[in-house]
């Protein structure tokens, strides 16, 4: 990692990914490669600089397009690119009508509840295209929304999530999809950003085997909406055992409606996927970013499908025939891409599972890849982690069988992936480690899996059509096989990248663009590349390994958590007069925040100070969120100019050496806050 970057927090992330050995190469089986949907070389020829950007017409063929697209790529406001121009298409009658002729009777949706005693349920096609449409009729005529509108969701895991996505991609309203773990507060805040006027919740779902109340915090995010100058008019209660409160809030006159009451009004009524632009928004996913406020990422209608699409076909190996689970919550990035959209667009079976994977054992996820088949699993290194410690030898009592098996989300520590390989995939699967962001759309490194093996800790190259590089703080390329880290970033832009920052179109140019652009005002995509803000290392092979996040953003079993929302959480607590979060190594969740807090003069420190701040970030944010631990010290480490040295925190937590203290103001802090961390 460049010297620059010893100054943020995450430094010690990079340090202890890099010092990884470089670790041998696995075949794909003979079996895979056999039935890959992508087995010829060809493809990054094809899909070479020289041939961008009309090498992703591959991809937009997928899709059944209204109005066929004029021009690929516009790139005349650089860096705000629009795809396939002139193009209309809806992606809800990509993703469900236009399978009905031929897979009508096959399941799309199947829904497992966590509770075991609870049947699955198994949505047809033919099902989904019902339900969509009745919920799109409600929408446009209960709801009263229109193309362009927003809407916040803030769904547990269920069928209805997908429903409910599809039937506002149907009329073309701006769905913005909350995770479900996240605080009332936190879905306020992205009510208000986004301008949303109807929240759709469901009243409760099961996690851990308990009912959680849900409807309970679109109560919180109604009034802190208004708090802030915001009204929400409408909140559409879905029911989680229909006919049944699950929730014992009492409903709001006027505002609140429990949907499965109102769609009895909407049986039976049919509504029209409205062609739309390749390039108006399909949705916002808020993540976290540098500063207190998460940024609403605006995803594209055409580029998006297409891409999603596309490396659903070709990085995943999606044929319809697959039974295909992604474990992971349709409340991120992944799920939108790879259990909603990409899935559906090819006419899969996808499974959404709704509690946590070790309930009631570790053997639950391979129990259900029994009952249903399933033959491609998607899951992040936090649950792998997970399930190895709970059940390492749990897979090998089920019968399944994985052709597929990937990634996402973190790096995955060798010794895991091979569990992983060995024992979960029971060396038949091939295994892709997928590398990209919530603003990314899809994928950007991995292996094709039939192509190239697999290499345990590594992405491997940029996907076709994505061509990386990795920068140094000068903007020198360092060459593959350096041996030194720098800043990802990739030359060119491609379909599913995120269109702007809702709202908020300087911030989007200033945090991705301005770091590496070349030509101010420039039309030319090449004087644009994205900044990623991940460091990277390239080996010989051409394989990047991802080190980490170079910003103020931490990786909390996969969730991405800005530490400035964590620090600003804290500072609600009126005792509270400075917090600083530094990630601390954890066996199982990768990184976690541990949290520093300077009192107010005068402020006695005590236990139950300590835990009113934790309980502070729970309710700002989420339980996701809750620090490790919250150390009350009794002075920050400053530098002469007055800046808090997260580093040094860092160090502190995770028992490592300092390093260089001689530039601090207050270099005898350190031991002292060593002494109290030993405690
Ligand atoms: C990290 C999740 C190592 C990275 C899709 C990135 C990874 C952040 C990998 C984005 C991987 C994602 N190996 N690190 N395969 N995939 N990351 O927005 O730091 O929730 O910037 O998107 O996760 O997280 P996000």
Do not use: F, H, K
């Given at each position: 990692m460049a010297d620059k970057n010893t100054a943020t927090s995450n430094v010690s992330e990079a340090e202890i990914a890099v010092h990884w050995q470089e670790e041998g190469y696995y075949p794909s089986p003979v079996s895979f490669i056999a039935q890959a949907n992508m087995a010829d070389a060809n493809v990054y020829k094809r899909f070479s600089l020289d041939n961008f950007p009309d090498c992703f017409k591959e991809y937009a063929d997928l899709l059944t397009w209204d109005k066929y697209w004029e021009t690929t790529l516009d790139t005349s406001n650089a860096p705000f690119w629009r795809w396939f121009v002139g193009g209309k298409l809806n992606v809800c009658y990509n993703c469900v009508d236009r399978h009905l002729a031929k897979h009508r009777n096959k399941t799309a949706i199947h829904f497992v509840p966590e509770l075991e005693s609870d049947r699955i349920q198994h949505v047809t096609y033919q099902e989904l295209y019902m339900r969509v449409n009745e919920v799109a009729a409600m929408l446009r005529n209960f709801c009263g929304l229109k193309q362009g509108d927003r809407v916040t969701l803030h769904m547990p895991m269920v069928a209805e999530l997908a429903i409910t996505m599809l039937a506002c991609a149907r009329i073309g309203v701006i769905h913005s999809q909350v995770f479900s773990g996240f605080s009332g507060k936190a879905c306020a805040d992205r009510i208000v950003d986004s301008g949303s006027t109807v929240l759709i919740t469901m009243d409760g779902y099961y996690r851990s085997g308990a009912m959680q109340d849900q409807k309970e915090k679109a109560d919180i995010a109604c009034k802190e909406s208004e708090a802030q100058g915001h009204k929400v008019d409408k909140v559409m209660i879905w029911q989680r055992h229909p006919g049944k409160n699950s929730s014992p809030q009492p409903m709001v006159t006027g505002r609140d409606f429990i949907i499965n009451d109102v769609l009895k009004d909407y049986s039976h009524t049919y509504i029209e996927p409205e062609p739309l632009p390749a390039d108006v928004p399909l949705f916002l996913m808020y993540t976290s970013g540098t500063t207190g406020k998460p940024k609403g990422c605006q995803h594209s209608t055409g580029g998006y499908l297409a891409y999603t699409a596309g490396t659903s076909k070709y990085i995943q190996d999606i044929h319809p025939e697959d039974v295909y689970w992604?474990?992971?919550?349709?409340?991120w990035i992944t799920g939108h891409s790879y259990i909603v959209y990409g899935p559906l667009a090819l006419a899969a079976s996808s499974v959404i599972y709704e509690g946590v994977p070790t309930y009631p054992d570790a053997g639950r996820p391979w129990r259900i890849a029994e009952e249903l088949g399933v033959n491609i699993f998607h899951t992040s290194p936090t649950a792998i982690r997970a399930l190895r410690r709970a059940g390492p030898d749990e897979p090998n009592k089920y019968n399944y069988h994985f052709k597929h098996m990937t990634t996402v989300g973190e790096p995955i520590e060798p010794l895991v992936w091979r569990w992983y390989y060995e024992t979960v995939g029971k060396r038949e699967a091939a295994i892709v480690d997928t590398w990209w962001q919530t603003e990314n759309g899809g994928f950007l490194c991995s292996t094709i899996p039939a192509l190239s093996p697999m290499k345990p800790g590594s992405a491997g190259p940029g996907v076709p059509g994505i061509h990386p590089v990795i920068y140094d703080e000068e903007g020198n390329e360092i060459p593959r096989g350096a041996g030194k880290a720098g800043n990802i970033c990739i030359r060119n832009p491609w379909p599913g990248i995120f269109q702007t920052i809702w709202g908020d179109p300087e911030r989007f140019v200033r945090t991705y663009y301005e770091r590496y652009n070349k030509k101010k005002g420039s039309t030319d995509w090449r004087d644009w590349p994205y900044f990623a803000g991940d460091g990277a290392v390239q080996a010989e092979d051409g394989y990047y390994r991802i080190l980490g996040r170079?910003?103020?953003?931490i990786n909390v079993a996969g969730h991405r958590l800005g530490t400035k929302e964590i620090e600003s959480a804290a500072l609600t607590v009126s005792e509270v007069a400075e917090a600083a979060v530094v990630p601390v190594a954890d066996e199982i969740k990768g990184r976690v925040p541990d949290l520093y807090i300077a009192l107010k003069p005068g402020t006695v420190p005590s236990k139950e100070l300590e835990m009113r701040i934790s309980e502070a970030v729970v309710t700002e944010i989420s339980p996701i969120a809750r620090p490790r631990r919250v150390w009350l010290v009794p002075d920050m480490p400053k530098t002469r100019s007055g800046k808090i040295m997260r580093r040094v925190l860092a160090s502190i937590s995770n028992n490592q050496d300092s390093g260089?203290?001689?530039?601090?103001?207050?270099?005898?802090v350190v031991d002292e806050l060593r002494k109290m961390a030993k405690l």
């Open positions: 992604c474990m992971a919550d349709i409340g170079i910003d103020d953003v260089d203290i001689t530039t601090l103001a207050n270099p005898e």
